[in-house]
């Protein structure tokens, strides 16, 4: 399924758009971008037809994000799926104009380390600003990361996207979008066939697979999922041992912390400081995993100076 517009799905079937709906038989099931669906009826994806959606295969991945902190029910924050069955989560930040939020980033690889996604950062306006200050930030982290400037080559980002289905995410004015329509040329054209197809409109809210082009005859090139309407990744659903996983540089420091730690700045006992001290992890991890927490109990989910 490659879209979700107003109650229509389009899925690819023999590599060809159709419109689809939900059949009531599935209940409150949500089906989302990514997900492998069986249809019956109206196959032909000829103009007017529509096919249902009887059953949704079963998802290897998730990735999920609670929803803003305005943008919540009488029960709580709301969780939304941002996609199914991903293989990778490619966050994209710039290097300069906006300056690179390390924030945004480490919710993201908190958000994809719970989904069991790799992580893979794309750092654009590789010409305006050196990447040594965030990979630095990183270094603990072994984080696979590939640079791009505009009208650079791109050859090392389509080799880490080939035969993967990837969320792009992004926040705006980092070149996210640019990338997309460099990736895949007719992308405006295939949004359109979508949302004919649909009879709606790709919004900025919603999520669109998109095939990338064959470079070598019998290649897998993989897709991309664009999320133009995805942000931030609020947390507030991921447990505290996801949350700590998120920090790979940091779990090895909680060894020495006492039964029940909850490693906060108020926790005297907590042996994560002490292991920032020693070099193991830059400190403004520790903050950044701190502020993560603050946010699950009820703080404002903000990053900081750089609001990530």
């Not at 159709?18 to 949500?30: D, F, I, Q, V």
Request: charged content about 25%; proline content about 6%; aromatic content about 4%.
């Amino acid at each position: 399924m490659i879209a979700v517009d107003r109650g229509r799905y389009t899925c690819m079937v023999d590599d060809a758009p159709l419109t689809a709906m939900r059949a009531r038989e599935l209940g409150r099931k949500s089906v989302v971008v990514g997900d492998r669906v069986a249809l019956v009826g109206d196959v032909s994806g000829s103009t007017g037809s529509l096919a249902r959606i009887v059953r949704i295969g079963e998802r290897t991945s998730v990735l999920r994000r609670t929803a803003d902190d305005d943008d919540t029910t009488a029960e709580g924050r709301v969780e939304r799926v941002v996609v199914a069955n991903a293989d990778q989560l490619v966050i994209v930040s710039a290097l300069a104009d906006p300056p690179p939020r390390t924030g945004f980033i480490d919710r993201c690889l908190v958000a994809a380390y719970d989904a069991g996604i790799t992580p893979l950062l794309c750092l654009t306006k590789a010409d305006l600003a050196g990447p040594a200050e965030v990979l630095g930030y990183y270094a603990e982290l072994d984080l696979p990361h590939v640079l791009s400037e505009p009208d650079g080559d791109l050859g090392a980002l389509r080799e880490a996207l080939a035969g993967r289905v990837s969320v792009m995410v992004g926040h705006s004015g980092v070149g996210k979008s640019t990338l997309v329509n460099r990736l895949v040329p007719d992308a405006d054209r295939a949004v359109g066939v979508v949302s004919a197809v649909g009879k709606g409109r790709h919004t900025s809210t919603s999520a669109v697979a998109l095939r990338l082009p064959a470079r070598r005859r019998r290649e897998d090139p993989g897709w991309i999922v664009d999320t133009p309407g995805v942000r931030s990744f609020g947390l507030a659903l991921v447990s505290a041992e996801s949350l700590l996983h998120g920090f790979p540089d940091l779990v090895e420091g909680t060894v020495d912390c006492p039964p029940n730690c909850e490693h906060t700045e108020t926790d005297p006992e907590c042996a994560l400081p002490a292991w920032v001290a020693a070099g193991h992890a830059d400190v403004r991890r520790l903050e950044s995993y701190r502020r993560l927490l603050a946010s699950r109990s009820g703080g404002d989910g903000l990053e900081g100076p750089d609001r990530g």
